[in-house]
């Protein structure tokens, strides 16, 4: 992983707002005494909400003063997790997944889309609407190529599609997430392709939904699940030398 560091201009002061506090001191009341610092990814990760999506050096501080945690530990924390973005981002966030089977699918096209709408990676446009980073994978991998944009995940792209999705936004029109196709979750394409075949259904005499499956006797009402057809074997009994037995 590269060297991750703050961005040069900062701003000057941070707080919690009353509501963001109240709800981090909630978090820290979760954890055992003494244990208040594990609360700190969670309180960051507020902490970088309320920022507009990144986390500036005095935030950084803020949550070390709230944990009572010096601010290289929190420093390194928030500069090993890449989820904390650690420059100025975009109103929307693009995380454009580089890895194999999304690029099998297509994915170094969508990268060209972002350097042609957006601009270089970790830039944030010229309007402060968009910024994009490639990311390793997201876990859509059945859905490549994909993006994740601010919560949501845009899946099933080509350039066309990533086009209209970046231009919808922009303009400030509702964009549906998930699957750009016709298909549900991670359903397969063109609907369900395998176990469609009636003849993996039948029984013995080829009949459809009659008669019992060879292990449909142990399954019948009142049978135990965990009858065996022979008791189990009684341990060992322990070597008389065994100092347990004196």
């Given at each position: 992983m590269s060297v991750r560091r703050l961005a040069e201009k900062q701003p000057p002061s941070f707080a919690f707002t009353s509501e963001n506090l109240g709800w981090a001191r909630a978090q820290i009341e979760k954890y055992p005494r003494g244990r208040q610092q594990s609360a700190v990814i969670p309180i960051l990760w507020r902490a970088q909400q309320q920022?507009?999506?990144?986390?500036?050096?005095?935030?950084?501080?803020?949550v070390a003063d709230l944990l009572g945690m010096a601010n290289i530990r929190v420093l390194e924390i928030a500069t090993f997790y890449?989820?904390?973005?650690?420059?100025?981002?975009?109103?929307?966030?693009?995380?454009?997944?580089?890895?194999?089977?999304?690029?099998?699918?297509?994915?170094?096209?969508?990268?060209?889309?972002?350097?042609?709408?957006?601009?270089?990676?970790?830039?944030?446009?010229a309007d402060g609407k968009f910024s994009w980073v490639e990311v390793e994978c997201l876990g859509a991998c059945v859905n490549a190529p994909m993006v994740q944009i601010n919560a949501d995940y845009y899946e099933d792209l080509t350039p066309d599609r990533l086009t209209r999705i970046i231009?919808?936004?922009?303009?400030?029109?509702?964009?549906?997430?998930?699957?750009?196709?016709?298909?549900?979750?991670?359903?397969?394409v063109g609907g369900p392709m395998t176990l469609t075949d009636p003849s993996l259904f039948a029984d013995e005499t080829g009949a459809q939904g009659e008669g019992d499956s060879p292990d449909d006797e142990g399954k019948k009402p009142g049978s135990a699940a965990n009858v065996h057809e022979a008791p189990m074997p009684k341990p060992p009994i322990a070597d008389a030398t065994d100092p347990r037995r004196q």
């Open positions: 920022c507009g999506g990144w986390l500036p050096q005095k935030a950084i501080e803020a890449t989820m904390f973005n650690l420059a100025p981002v975009g109103k929307f966030h693009v995380q454009f997944c580089g890895t194999t089977p999304c690029v099998l699918r297509g994915a170094d096209e969508l990268k060209k889309v972002l350097r042609r709408m957006i601009g270089d990676e970790n830039a944030v446009s231009n919808d936004l922009s303009a400030g029109r509702t964009v549906k997430a998930g699957p750009q196709i016709d298909r549900i979750n991670s359903a397969p």
